[in-house]
């Protein structure tokens, strides 16, 4: 269609051959401004391409518009000695949406600053995906030498004798012990978890990944000017950022320090991401106070594995750190009225079952009030059950249902709220949605023209691909021509327990209401009922494709198995480029990977249709087709 357009265009000066050379060169004018529309329609359309840039093709010249400017004399940490006074684009907040925003507007060759009052990197890299799947990691080895101690009489000689094996072992943090019971050549084995090693893995991962992607020095190299403060709008396109006294880089929203403004060129995107909800003001569960409790900012930063662990939470961050602290060798018990409410109920219920084989106890309520406990009352007959790195955490918790549990740490992951204070969002007319985020527009526009935001800040779905995906689009559409849009209808989002629980679009029940219960239908398998499964002695898992009848219009997907996240990816892409579901059928996967079951399901659809043609085909056929 562009192509025919493109030559009505071209021939536009050819056909005014009667016309006056001033009227025809208007025409050829308007014409090239048409074909300039259209090439920009067709940028804006494939822009987002750039979510992620290759950063091989960032130059590295400064970001100042010009030498000569005054540059500021605020100092703050930051990847240059003084930044400019003015950018095309400045990022408050230095998480996935920010970083992404500003590697962004490098590739486009803007100028850019990222504005940060603690560290760049975010809950991602610090307090989130990154720690938590390191310590995923080291209780997967935990269960399996666990399971191999339980499986087998003797310690398996593969384990002892592999001195590779035992290095990566003590690089987990995860060994297999072995203790004489007497005089006798018997033997007994345990699994000891050297928590100093896994921490100080974690600690490694989190350092590396900061290092190479995050961290002042790394966006230096990339053109990027990073700020460390807290900003406040003064203007639609002037911040005022308030800097600690010291100049240290230490978290401090007094404004006692030194503070500096600096101005927007062309826009101001806001990526101030979320924070772990504070019990006592937005929950008021009575006695919370009391006792030392830890979120998942502080979860990955245990000394010891806590004999004793209360999760107070069944959304993803709660049941990952019950899982991986139980399978570290803590007793678990989670208060939650059901296990990941947001997903289909077969997930919930498919990892409580998995739960309750692994030991960890689910009550299925609400918390209703806590106390502290005695450091020299026992618990469950345990009369040394202290933890050194538990002291002023000793808990009781009383729920809804009548039960009680008592523990040495309570760990809340009762969500998160986004951050929006101190960002002087009244001073430009912001306003905030009910969810407590900033009001944005389908393409991520405030509501005061020129400032965007991106990620958690918003109040929508909370996930580091979907923030980092909103921060280039935010991105683009304040330094480029025309919009994207980057409020999505569907956002894929993944739990890492084991197995991984992982989903896109519509459920079950939310289809029905939206389209009729009619309309949709069902697609459902026991993953122990495909052959990789069978090969792998999986015994838990599923995968459900919803979708609508008759066109087989994928609606949503929800999938549990090891490898979840990544085959959720598939049903993504079938989704955003339209694909039916019978049509997956069609595309080749290979065997006996846990993707053919996708395949396979699809096949019956596929296979459904054509018997329904049958009448047609034979026909067809007779005529020879």
């Not at 091989?56 to 970001?63: D, G, L």
């Not at 990691?137 to 592999?162: E, F, G, R």
Request: hydrophobic share 35%; glycine share 8%.
């Amino acid at each position: 269609m562009m192509f025919g357009l493109l030559q009505v265009l071209a021939q536009a000066p050819v056909q005014v051959s009667s016309y006056s050379r001033t009227t025809k060169s208007t025409i050829t004018l308007t014409a090239i401004h048409l074909i300039l529309i259209l090439i920009l329609i067709n940028c804006s359309q494939t822009t987002t391409a750039f979510i992620f840039p290759p950063m091989s093709t960032i130059k590295t010249q400064p970001t100042s518009k010009s030498t000569s400017k005054s540059t500021s004399k605020l100092t703050l940490q930051s990847s240059s000695k003084q930044h400019a006074d003015e950018y095309d684009l400045l990022v408050i907040g230095g998480g996935s949406a920010g970083l992404t925003a500003a590697k962004f507007a490098r590739t486009f060759g803007k100028s850019v600053a990222i504005i940060e009052k603690e560290r760049l990197g975010g809950d991602c890299t610090w307090t989130g995906c990154i720690p938590s799947k390191t310590l995923i990691a080291s209780s997967k080895i935990a269960h399996m030498a666990n399971n191999i101690l339980v499986q087998s009489q003797s310690q398996s000689q593969s384990q002892s004798s592999s001195t590779k094996v035992k290095e990566f072992q003590s690089q987990m943090g995860v060994t297999i012990h072995q203790t004489k019971k007497d005089s006798s050549a018997s033997v007994s084995s345990s699994v000891v978890v050297d928590m100093e090693a896994v921490q100080n893995r974690i600690q490694n991962t989190i350092q590396h990944i900061y290092d190479e992607d995050d961290s002042p020095e790394a966006m230096r190299k990339l053109g990027i000017d990073t700020i460390q403060g807290r900003a406040e709008f003064r203007s639609k396109d002037k911040l005022q950022i308030f800097g600690s006294g010291s100049g240290s880089g230490s978290d401090s929203d007094s404004d006692s320090g030194f503070s500096s403004t600096v101005t927007a060129k062309y826009g101001v995107l806001i990526c101030t991401g979320a924070s772990p909800k504070d019990p006592s003001k937005d929950m008021n569960i009575p006695g919370i106070t009391s006792i030392d409790y830890i979120t998942y900012e502080n979860a990955f930063t245990l000394k010891e594995v806590p004999k004793y662990m209360t999760v107070v939470g069944g959304g993803p961050i709660g049941v990952e750190l019950a899982q991986a602290y139980a399978r570290l060798g803590s007793k678990v018990t989670v208060i939650a009225q059901s296990l990941l409410p947001r997903e289909e109920p077969e997930a919930g219920e498919m990892l409580q079952r998995v739960f309750e084989k692994e030991g960890i106890t689910v009550i299925n309520s609400r918390l209703s009030s806590v106390e502290p406990v005695s450091l020299t009352d026992s618990l469950d007959g345990d009369d040394n059950y202290n933890d050194n790195d538990s002291v002023g955490r000793h808990h009781k918790c009383y729920c809804q249902n009548g039960e009680s549990v008592t523990g040495t740490v309570m760990l809340l992951a009762l969500g998160r709220k986004p951050v929006v204070d101190g960002l002087g969002l009244s001073n430009v007319g912001i306003e905030l949605n009910a969810a407590g985020g900033i009001e944005v527009d389908k393409n991520l526009q405030t509501t005061c023209r020129g400032i965007y935001a991106a990620g958690d800040c918003t109040g929508v779905e909370q996930y580091t691909h979907y923030a980092g995906y909103q921060g280039a689009v935010g991105a683009r559409n304040i330094l480029l021509p025309l919009k994207d849009p980057g409020m999505m209808d569907f956002v894929p989002g993944t739990t890492f327990t084991d197995p991984q629980v992982a989903s896109v679009g519509l459920t079950e029940e939310a289809a029905k209401e939206k389209y009729g219960a009619r309309k949709v239908c069902i697609a459902f398998k026991e993953l122990k009922e495909t052959d990789r499964a069978i090969c792998d002695n999986i015994d838990e898992g599923y995968i459900k494709v919803v979708y609508l009848k008759g066109n087989y219009k994928i609606l949503g997907a929800s999938i549990s198995s090891p490898v979840a996240g990544e085959l959720i990816a598939e049903i993504s892409v079938a989704m955003k480029s339209k694909m039916s579901f019978d049509m997956l059928a069609t595309v080749i996967h290979t065997y006996p990977s846990h993707s053919f079951a996708l395949q396979a399901m699809a096949a019956e659809l596929y296979y459904e249709k054509l018997v329904k043609l049958k009448p047609i085909l034979n026909f067809l056929k007779k005529i020879g087709l």
